[in-house]
T-cell receptor, first 111, second 110 residues
Framework: GEDVEQSLFLSVREGDSSVINCTYT??????LYWYKQEPGAGLQLLTY?????DMKQDQRLTVLLNKKDKHLSLRIADTQTGDSAIYFC???????????FGAGTRLFVKA | DGGITQSPKYLFRKEGQNVTLSCEQN?????MYWYRQDPGQGLRLIYY???????QKGDIAEGYSVSREKKESFPLTVTSAQKNPTAFYLC?????????FGQGTRLTVV
């Protein structure tokens, strides 16, 4: 079945860039998402990209998609302590239904 | 403010009891979802509903039940048949490609 994989931990220094990587298996994925989850809270949609795009930039966030390798990355520029959270990669081929989530990458930002 | 409200935030259940988790949205979304989150794992889909009075099983529906009598509401019942219900439960609704999540309910069996 479809699967989404991402590393579980990433540690960076405040002010550095963070890059969170994700791979997925469903070649028919239409939408690819990045969500942020702070402790004890729900998921917040950070950004999403259509599969016919290579890159999307939104302020400090840059999403890169390599559709051939089924690889998605999220770059956070000038990482701040408030960026410490779990980041989930997800994919869907139906615009919302049956969205498959990765296990989440916990980002630690050291002051 | 538009959004999704889950209640309660914390819930304790005795073994053998059924409990119901509430999810209400005022975003006028047709589609609503229930996910379960366990430590170190991604979200797993329990049930979803695309329209009022209709819902479908997700990947881990056993031991759970839902109803969708109103567009705004999608309550989840965790029945005594669910053998390992301790988890964080997230409700979501969507419009097009964007899904919006509630703040979650942490259910613990005591």
């Amino acid at each position: 079945g479809e699967d989404v994989e991402q590393s579980l931990f990433l540690s960076v220094r405040e002010g550095d860039s963070s890059v969170i990587n994700c791979t997925y298996t469903d070649s028919s994925s239409t939408y690819l998402y990045w969500y942020k989850q702070e402790p004890g809270a729900g998921l917040q949609l950070l950004t999403y990209i259509f599969s016919n795009m290579d890159m999307k930039q939104d302020q400090r966030l840059t999403v890169l998609l390599n559709k051939k390798d089924k690889h998605l990355s999220l770059r956070i520029a000038d990482t701040q302590t408030g960026d410490s959270a779990i980041y989930f990669c997800a994919e869907s081929n139906t615009g919302g239904f049956k969205t498959i989530f990765g296990a989440g990458t916990r980002l630690f930002v050291k002051a | 403010d538009g959004g999704i409200t889950q209640s309660p935030k914390y819930l304790f259940r005795k073994e053998g009891q059924n409990v119901t988790l509430s999810c209400e949205q005022n975003l006028n979304h047709d589609a609503m979802y229930w996910y379960r989150q366990d430590p170190g794992q991604g979200l797993r889909l329990i049930y979803y509903s695309q329209i009022v009075n209709d819902f479908q099983k997700g990947d881990i529906a056993e031991g759970y039940s839902v109803s969708r009598e109103k567009k705004e509401s999608f309550p989840l019942t965790v029945t005594s048949a669910q053998k390992n219900p301790t988890a964080f439960y997230l409700c979501a609704s969507s419009s097009g490609a964007k899904a919006f999540f509630g703040q979650g309910t942490r259910l613990t069996v005591v």
